[in-house]
């Protein structure tokens, strides 16, 4: 299984940012997808995440500024931030789990200036 995430950056508060994971290395269709979180000093957070069948779920942080999408013909999961707060400030990471295991991406840092 491989992950690799993309598209994160340094964005002024206000501003949006779309991150894209490419996944590798299994039946992408037939897996749940999420993102996660982790501030400095702060533990790893969910999200968001997508179902095989495309059903969302958003953390209440989030929910109404972001939104996650799949494509399961580029086997890519994106998620689309929009009205980013510097509370936002992260490394983003990409996820699935597997028979009970979880996987994942290598992270891409997401930075909100106020």
């Known amino acids: 299984v491989q992950l690799v995430e993309s598209g994160g950056g340094l964005v002024q508060a206000g501003g949006s940012l779309r991150l894209s994971c490419a996944a590798a290395g299994f039946t992408f269709s037939n897996y749940a997808m999420n993102w996660y979180r982790q501030a400095p000093g702060k533990q790893r957070e969910w999200v968001a995440g997508?179902?095989?069948?495309?059903?969302?779920g958003y953390a209440d942080s989030v929910k109404g500024r972001f939104t996650i999408s799949r494509d399961n013909g580029k086997n890519t999961v994106d998620l689309q931030m929009s009205s980013l707060k510097p509370e936002d400030t992260a490394v983003y990471y990409c996820n699935t789990k597997i028979l009970l295991k979880n996987f994942w991406g290598q992270g891409t840092q997401v930075t909100v200036s106020s």
């Open positions: 997508i179902s095989s069948g495309g059903s969302t």
